[in-house]
């Protein structure tokens, strides 16, 4: 999908359906939190959200002491719903970044990432081309002994989302894109039970990347 077309997609969809009604929508980010706890990251390692929409997670992590955070999507209309819902304190890093996961300018400038965060974006990236460059872009910034937290539609899942194809993975997939440089640690499927009461299965999966 064009730049463009997809940043118009989800503006959109942002603009016009409430937060809570979203398909992707979590009252509390458990499954996600509970594999940042195995990191056992300090409380000032740079987290990476990629295509983090107005997730509930970032919530999450400041009140968990977390000081250090990058959120993106490509949607601006996304990340100033979540901005409005934030409360940020004094003494955090919190830094809001629009760009194309896909495409990117402003995210190469990252390095050093302690934690690659991907809930529900990598499966919507359908093309060979676009598969690379995000890959090619995490491999970029993640630092040696970072950890990435890949949870997509598993290939058991759903094939559209938000009226879009989407790209089904497993761990083994997901192994094999990024490469003998990261080992998987855990790696688990889940129902996810959306606003409507629809169920999507996901892959869950946390990986490190190699000293």
């Known amino acids: 999908m064009e730049q463009e077309t997809r940043k118009n997609h989800w503006d959109n969809t942002y603009q016009k359906n409430p937060l809570t009604s979203l398909g992707w929508y979590e009252e ?3 499954k996600t939190l509970n594999l940042i706890e195995v990191c056992n ?5 740079l ?7 107005a997730t509930t997670l970032i919530q999450d992590l400041l009140k ?4 250090n955070i990058i959120v993106n999507d490509i949607s601006s209309v996304a990340l100033s719903e979540l901005r409005k819902n934030l ?9 809001f970044l629009v760009d194309d996961l896909t495409n990117p300018t402003e995210l190469l400038k990252l390095k050093n990432v302690d934690l690659w965060n991907d809930r529900a974006v990598l499966h919507f990236f359908t093309s060979e081309e676009e598969q690379t460059n995000y ?33 089904n993975y497993n761990e ?15 790696a688990f499927n889940h129902t996810y039970i959306q606003p409507s009461g629809n169920p999507r299965e996901f892959v869950y999966t946390l990986f490190q990347r190699k000293a």
């Open 28 to 30: 509390n980010s458990e």
């Open 41 to 45: 990251l300090p409380k000032d390692a």
């Open 47 to 53: 987290l990476f959200n990629a295509g983090a929409g």
């Open 64 to 67: 968990k002491n977390f000081t």
């Open 87 to 95: 409360s940020i304190p004094k003494n955090v890093n919190l830094n």
């Open 135 to 167: 890959f090619n872009l995490l491999k970029a910034v993640v630092k040696n002994e970072g950890y990435v937290i890949l949870a997509e539609f598993n290939t058991e899942g759903a094939k559209k989302c938000s009226g879009l194809d989407v790209f």
């Open 172 to 186: 083994i997939m997901l192994q094999e894109r990024l490469g003998e440089d990261f080992k998987l640690l855990k």
